[in-house]
């Protein structure tokens, strides 16, 4: 079965804290997601990767940034938390060419006050 | 730009019942269809998928979904309900022919199976 972990399940930060978020799959996969889940808005894209070091921002990057230098992990870094980026943060890892479906770990529901 | 839309924020439906949970899509290329399920505080599992092939499509848990061109529609259904699918679901859709990798996902659906 394929694995997606997350660091942590709940996180409370102070605003402009520095924030790290972090992601590991086991299935070798190529391609890396960040997402944000917030009621009535669905799961909306932050960053990706498609190969180590490699990033495209997503729909939302704003007050975000990601780093990948292992295939297998990637992070979301909140540089300056705000409490506008209060939220559940999804991971989600899958295949470049197939099967394309992804694989979503537990989510880190992170508040910030 | 590729989107979703789950119309029904919430669908209410007896245990026994048939249900159907609604998706529509817009893309510009041939579309990759995906049904997510989500149940409290856990992260989205991978329910069913359409890539191509039989428009009729077979998932997990006994749900199927009908992909249909015409009405660029993919609406999940399942015979007869249980309480234990109440979750949250979402439609994804991925557009093949641009090339973006990442999904993009409806605002998600409410199913409430009542005992």
């Known amino acids: 079965d394929v694995k997606v972990t997350q660091s942590s399940r709940y996180l409370v930060k102070r605003t402009g804290e520095k924030v790290f978020l972090e992601c590991v799959q086991d299935?070798?996969?190529?391609?890396m997601f960040w997402y944000r889940q917030d009621p009535g808005l669905g799961l909306r894209l932050i960053y990706f990767s498609y190969d180590v070091k490699m990033k495209e921002k997503g729909d939302i990057p704003e007050g975000y940034s990601v780093s990948r230098e292992k295939k297998e992990r990637f992070s979301l870094i909140l540089e300056s938390a705000s409490t506008n980026q209060t939220s559940m943060y999804l991971c989600?890892?899958?295949?470049?060419?197939?099967?394309?479906?992804?694989?979503f770990g537990p989510g880190t529901r992170l508040t910030v006050t | 730009a590729q989107s979703v839309a789950q119309p029904e924020d919430q669908v209410n439906v007896a245990e026994g019942n048939p249900l159907t949970v609604k998706c529509t899509y817009s893309v510009s290329g041939n579309p990759y269809l995906f049904w997510y399920v989500q149940y409290p505080n856990r992260g989205l599992q991978f329910l069913l998928k359409?890539?191509?092939?039989?428009?009729l499509v077979k998932g997990s848990y006994g749900f199927e979904a009908e992909f249909n061109k015409s009405q660029t529609s993919f609406h999940l259904k399942k015979p007869s309900a249980l309480v234990s699918d109440s979750a949250l679901y979402f439609c994804?859709?991925?557009?093949?022919?641009?090339?973006?990798?990442?999904?993009?996902f409806g605002s998600g659906t409410r199913l409430q199976v009542q005992p």
């Open positions: 989600a890892s899958g295949r470049d060419r197939g099967p394309y479906e992804q694989y």
């Open positions: 994804a859709v991925r557009d093949e022919d641009t090339g973006r990798r990442a999904l993009t």
């Open positions: 359409y890539i191509t092939g039989d428009n």
């Open positions: 299935m070798d996969h190529e391609n």
